[in-house]
């Protein structure tokens, strides 16, 4: 063994097999994230030729906190926690899965289910405008809207305003049955989904009929200013450069905004530019507002959207 050669012993053989993953699947994945060379063998890891001053040590030794002896350490958990640590060698990871962030009406316990998420909650926490961009099923909108509803709870605001705008693919309002109201409640249906798992449907109804919750397409917000107020736009990749520049410019004191879209799911007539994609460039130098890009490895739902995602992501960029 070589002098830049370290041992870090684990102190139980279940907890270091779990770590190490099947066929020692998690240190290969460390090995490419942290450009080291590691072999694993019994409770023993191995780290070959380290020369980043304990660096590499330290983070392989939060990283195990992590893993416990019923079940293997998630490959996607241990990727987001080990770059994370990579970026930020002081981060506490004891903390980050374990943070309840509000329970909902029947009393289950919000977390962060990936590190991505958890940066996206940590942005919200500390910035009055966060653009939220990724996939389906990475919780884009409903922890938009688990932060709302805990601001509001909270006093910290006075009212939540929903909205998106009434565009989707292939259809067109003036087509579809019914008054104006009736028109966009589809569209409108995945934010109340959202409110009535967390509210419940009598205090999201209740909230509603108040004023104090607001389910709205985005052609309603022309003209108004939003204070004390947290608003979501929810679909924002089907906004127009025009939709988004009046959407930004309604925020009023002491509100908050989130953005939320998937630029790869445009409905956009072909001439026409999406406000979301065009904004991370007019933005990006702009102090206080954060970009938040998620991917499929936050995705939330059924393992194969996750798959979907990634064979149509290959089949777009040509491979």
């Not at 684990?10 to 240190?27: E, P, V």
């Not at 009023?252 to 989130?258: L, M, P, R, T």
Request: without cysteine.
């Amino acid at each position: 063994m070589s002098q830049t050669d370290k041992i870090i012993e684990i102190n139980d053989y279940k907890l270091a097999q779990n770590f190490f993953g099947h066929n020692d699947r998690n240190l290969k994945l460390l090995e490419d994230i942290l450009s080291i060379k590691l072999n694993g063998r019994g409770n023993q890891i191995k780290i070959n030729n380290d020369n980043k001053n304990n660096e590499t040590e330290k983070i392989i030794k939060k990283l195990i906190s992590l893993t416990d002896t019923k079940e293997e350490l998630s490959p996607r958990k241990l990727k987001y926690a080990a770059e994370l640590l990579k970026r930020n060698p002081a981060v506490n990871l004891d903390k980050i899965y374990d943070e309840v962030v509000l329970e909902n009406y029947k009393g289950r316990k919000i977390k962060a289910k990936t590190m991505g998420q958890k940066l996206y909650l940590e942005s919200i926490k500390n910035r009055d405008i966060v653009f939220s961009i990724g996939p389906a099923g990475t919780g884009k909108t409903y922890l938009a809207m688990v932060m709302a509803v805990k601001s509001l709870l909270k006093n910290e605001i006075n009212r939540i305003v929903l909205t998106r705008p009434a565009i989707e693919a292939g259809e067109n309002l003036g087509f579809l049955p019914g008054d104006m109201q009736e028109k966009v409640d589809p569209y409108l249906r995945p934010l109340y989904d959202a409110l009535y798992d967390i509210l419940g449907p009598e205090k999201a109804k209740l909230y509603q009929e108040k004023d104090i919750i607001e389910v709205a397409p985005l052609a309603y917000m022309r003209g108004r200013t939003l204070d004390d107020s947290f608003v979501i736009l929810d679909e924002a990749q089907n906004t127009t450069l025009e939709q988004m520049k009046m959407f930004l410019t309604r925020i009023g004191f002491n509100s908050k905004a989130v953005i939320t879209g998937d630029i790869t799911q445009i409905d956009l007539p072909s001439k026409k530019r999406s406000g979301l994609a065009t904004v991370q460039k007019i933005l990006k130098d702009i102090k206080g507002i954060d970009f938040v890009y998620l991917s499929r490895h936050d995705v939330v739902r059924h393992d194969l959207v996750k798959e979907i995602i990634k064979a149509y992501e290959s089949y777009e960029s040509g491979n």
